[in-house]
C-alpha cells in the first residue's frame, strides 16, 4: 500500500465519498469475495458510479487489500485500547481473551473476509508489505503479559505467545465461522446469548488451563 498507510474511514453515515465506497466493499467482499464482488455493486451501493470507485481505488485488487489491511488494523487496535499492561497477568489474560471473543462475535465481516482469503490461499496478504507489521502487536502483547505471569510464577515458561495466540483465535474464529453449522447439527434452539456467554467462559478456561503450571 502506498506510504505504508493504512486506510481508515470514520462511519457511514458521516463518510466521505471514498469512504463510502471503501464501507461498501467490506461488506461486499464479506459476503462475496474478492471474485464474486462486483466493481458495479461497490458503487451501487456507496451511491455513485463504477469511475469513481477506479478513481479512488484503481483496481478492485487494491482495494481489496486495503480492506485486509483495515479489518486487521481495527482489531490489533481494539486490543491495544484494552491497557492491559496496567493488570495483573491473569487478569489481563482472561480480559484479552473474552475481549477477542467478543470482537470476533461482534464482527463477522471480519471473520468471513479472512475466511475468504484464506480459500485463496492467502494470496493477497502478500501483496501487503505491511499486514505483518499490523499484525505484530497480537504477539508482542501477549509476551508482555506471559512474561509477567512466568516471573511471578503463575504461568508456564514452557508456552510462547504465538501458541496462546492461535488458542484464543481457534475459539473466537470457530464460534463466528461455523456458527450455522456447528448449532445447525448440535445447538437447536439454544439461546443464542448464553450461548455466547458459555462459549466465551470456557476460552477463558481452556487459555488459563493451558498456561498455568
Not at 481494539?78 to 484479552?96: D, I, R, T, Y
Not at 480459500?119 to 501487503?128: A, I, K, L, N, P
Request: net charge neutral.
Amino acid at each position: 500500500m502506498e506510504n505504508h498507510d493504512v486506510y481508515l474511514p470514520t462511519r457511514f453515515d458521516e463518510a466521505s465519498l471514498k469512504e463510502k465506497i471503501f464501507f461498501s466493499a467490506i461488506e461486499l467482499f464479506a459476503e462475496y469475495g474478492l471474485n464474486g464482488a462486483r466493481m458495479e455493486q461497490i458503487a451501487e451501493k456507496a451511491g455513485t458510479t463504477k469511475r469513481m470507485v477506479v478513481y479512488h481505488f484503481k483496481t478492485k485488487e487494491r482495494l481489496y487489500v486495503q480492506v485486509l489491511e483495515y479489518v486487521y488494523t481495527q482489531i490489533r487496535a481494539s486490543e491495544k485500547a484494552l491497557n492491559l499492561s496496567a493488570m495483573p497477568p491473569v487478569e489481563a489474560m482472561v480480559q484479552l481473551v473474552e475481549a477477542s471473543f467478543d470482537y470476533h462475535a461482534a464482527h463477522p465481516d471480519f471473520v468471513r473476509i479472512i475466511c475468504m482469503e484464506n480459500m485463496q490461499r492467502g494470496r493477497y496478504m502478500r501483496e501487503s508489505a505491511w499486514i505483518r507489521d499490523i499484525n505484530r502487536s497480537a504477539l508482542t502483547l501477549l509476551e508482555e503479559i506471559l512474561a509477567r505471569g512466568q516471573a511471578r510464577q503463575l504461568f508456564s515458561k514452557q508456552v510462547n505467545a504465538r501458541d496462546v495466540h492461535r488458542l484464543i483465535s481457534s475459539f473466537s474464529f470457530h464460534h463466528v465461522a461455523n456458527s450455522y453449522t456447528f448449532s445447525m447439527l448440535f445447538e437447536e434452539e439454544t439461546d443464542s446469548r448464553a450461548q455466547l456467554d458459555y462459549y466465551r467462559e470456557m476460552a477463558v478456561q481452556v487459555v488459563l488451563r493451558y498456561i498455568c503450571p
